[in-house]
């Protein structure tokens, strides 16, 4: 069986045919399939931006090339001030001079430890406006294993990965609902074993979804 990179089996229960590397560069390359997705925002973003300018981010959407490929994600560490324990991918803020994809693979390499030699990149999704203020461009990549990750504790509690095959589930993802500053919200929900997959990273992976499904 397969392992992980963050050790342990690498359990995979796959719903859908699996994709090679090949077959998902050349989805992510397909102008047709590209404009399957669109630039997404939380409910009340541009409420709470109210005429600022959002502040530059990037993610990497690192897509890991097993026999059953997964998508690296993470799990924020308890002590952050914001999004303390949340779902996340790798990434941060813009710096000046940057461009997304050098920010995407610099926060990678903060965060996780990946060397930022490793990842193919193979462009980007649709930016997505959050509730924070933030618009997030997302790096799509190829990752080979086997490397290793060596999380910053400050920052990652855990680095984990998720299965590609839910996200070609036509099923999926599903829809949850909570009471968030006085407001009910609807939002999406990738099923995982031990973590909430929500947020801008269900979204931005619904967009990837988008673009990898028949």
């Known amino acids: 069986m397969d392992q992980s990179l963050t050790g342990g089996p690498l359990i995979v229960r796959p719903v859908a045919p699996i994709l090679t590397g090949p077959e998902i560069a050349a989805r992510l390359r397909d102008p047709v399939r590209l404009a399957r997705a669109g630039a997404t925002s939380s409910d009340d973003a ?33 002590t952050l001030n914001a999004h303390a324990g949340q779902v996340a991918f790798p990434g941060g803020r813009i710096e000046p001079g940057e461009t997304p994809e050098s920010a995407a693979l610099r926060e990678a390499a903060e965060e996780v430890g990946l060397d930022p030699r490793l990842p193919v990149l193979l462009g980007r999704l649709p930016d997505h406006l959050t509730g924070t203020g933030y618009r997030i461009t997302p790096v799509v990549a190829l990752l080979t294993p086997p490397f290793s990750l060596t999380p910053a ?20 993802p599903e829809r949850g609902q909570r009471n968030f500053r006085g407001r009910d919200r609807v939002f999406w929900v990738w099923p995982h074993d031990r973590h909430l997959v929500w947020g801008a990273t269900a979204t931005i992976l619904l967009n990837l979804a988008r673009v990898l499904r028949e």
């Open 153 to 172: 504790p400050d920052e990652v509690e855990e680095p984990f990965e998720y299965p590609l095959s839910r996200l070609l589930d036509p099923m999926l």
């Open 46 to 78: 541009m409420d709470l931006l109210n005429g600022k300018a959002p502040k530059e981010a990037a993610v990497l959407v690192g897509i890991l090339l097993h026999p059953e490929p997964t998508v690296l994600l993470t799990l924020r560490a308890a």
